[in-house]
């Protein structure tokens, strides 16, 4: 027998329809607490777990069905969801450090990620030291003997840099460190660090996992040692848990990742390849175009590219860059990302080598008519 493939774990890990009826979209257990039959059931209720549900915060029968589901296609023993990406971000983080000790992390990481890391964290006598992360070598030197977590997400998610994913975690495991990466660009369906040794393997499931915006999520994954840990003490005690009803919008978002991914990535590299020969346009952020000086590392280490790119316009002011986007039909003005929908944000680049004034946008792809897509982006970008 093969192991199942990528769409098939989509449908059927995780679940068994002869636990409840057969039903093929399994049950929401909408409820807060699980009463057992018998004193004895009570008392053995944990040893017993998961035939004896006990209390919605520490386990629920279809949040487990996901996480089982999200742990099989991240190639990972285990999953725990959370109540949003960033709840998912600060358990992996609280989960490996203590006071006194130093977190590395990549400066393009999410921005609440770095409040999480560099404002609150300071106030626990935890230190993080930000770098590029495009060479290996930024990690060696930001390293101290109190260094418990390098903080990783490639491609970051504002100008798509990488780092090379293998080479990190062989530098962490030399020295005990544990590994994170945000994976919330790629989604499994195109990268998965636990196969290039990455400890903790966080989403913002509220993007490509879910998939329809209509949910708020976040998952973290790996070896059941970590996420039994998380789940008992980040998950479970400090609470914020995922609804059991969000979980089953997540499983049904599941169903059709693999579709909705090989979409985002053949309208993005169209509407990539079309704003790269633009006049107006001074340069595409995005790790599916051969011009991105990363392209090579993320073929070695990406199946494929999302929906998410960034833009540079020439000698543009933020009026000029309004104008665009207040032009665009079918792209909506708006954050996040990972939806059916196209959506669009005005940009400051701050990251060098760009002119420190220069102005872009941050566009996601959505899964429109890709021809609707380039006629949209075409009569925005046309001149005043
Ligand atoms: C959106 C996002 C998050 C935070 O997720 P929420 O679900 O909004 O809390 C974390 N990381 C990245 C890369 C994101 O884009």
Redesign the pocket.
């Known amino acids: 027998m093969r192991e199942p493939g990528f769409e098939t774990l989509c449908q059927h890990a995780g679940e068994d329809p002869t636990r409840y009826l057969g039903a093929v979209v399994p049950p929401i257990y909408q409820a807060s607490l699980f009463t057992s039959p018998d004193c004895d059931t009570f008392v053995h209720r944990a040893e017993r777990y998961p035939q004896v549900y006990d209390y919605t915060r520490v386990a629920n029968p279809t949040t487990d069905i996901l996480q089982a589901k999200i742990a099989a296609i991240e190639h990972c023993e285990a999953a725990r969801c959370f109540a949003?990406?960033?709840?998912?971000?600060a358990a992996a983080i609280l989960h490996c450090v203590g006071a006194g000790d130093h977190v590395v992390a990549v400066d393009t990481v999410?921005g609440?990620?770095k409040a999480i890391l560099s404002n609150y964290l300071a106030r626990f006598q935890v230190s993080t030291t930000f770098v590029p992360g495009t060479e290996v070598d930024d990690f060696a030197r930001a390293i101290q003997p109190n260094t418990r977590l390098i903080f990783l997400?490639s491609p970051?998610?504002m100008v798509f840099r990488l780092q090379d994913i293998r080479a990190v975690t062989a530098l962490a495991k030399e020295r005990n460190i544990v590994t994170a990466l945000?994976n919330?660009?790629c989604s499994p369906y195109f990268q998965n660090p636990a196969d290039m040794g990455v400890d903790l393997v966080?989403h913002?499931?509220?993007?490509y996992l879910g998939g329809h915006s209509d949910l708020?999520?976040?998952v973290v994954a790996g070896a059941r040692t970590h996420v039994d840990a998380i789940a008992s003490r980040e998950g479970s005690l400090l609470g914020s848990i995922l609804d059991p009803f969000a979980a089953w919008l997540m499983l049904r978002g599941l169903r059709t990742l693999a579709l909705r991914m090989e979409r985002h990535q053949s309208n993005a590299l169209a509407v990539a390849r079309f704003l790269e020969q633009h006049p107006r346009v001074s340069r595409v952020h995005y790790p599916g175009l051969p011009s991105h000086p990363q392209y090579e590392l993320g073929r070695r280490q990406m199946r494929g590219t999302s929906g998410l790119m960034s833009f540079e316009l020439k000698d543009a002011t933020r009026e000029d860059v309004f104008r665009v986007l207040d032009r665009l039909r079918y792209f909506r003005i708006g954050v996040?990302?990972g939806g059916f929908e196209s959506l669009a944000l005005p940009v400051r680049f701050p990251a060098p080598p760009s002119p420190p004034e220069c102005w872009g946008a941050r566009i996601h792809v959505g899964l429109e008519t890709v021809e609707d897509l380039l006629e949209d982006l075409d009569n925005a970008l046309a001149e005043d």
Do not use: H, L, M
């Open positions: 949003s990406g960033d709840a998912a971000v999410y609440p990620t997400e970051s998610t945000d919330s660009w966080i913002s499931a509220t993007k708020v999520a976040g996040s990302w």
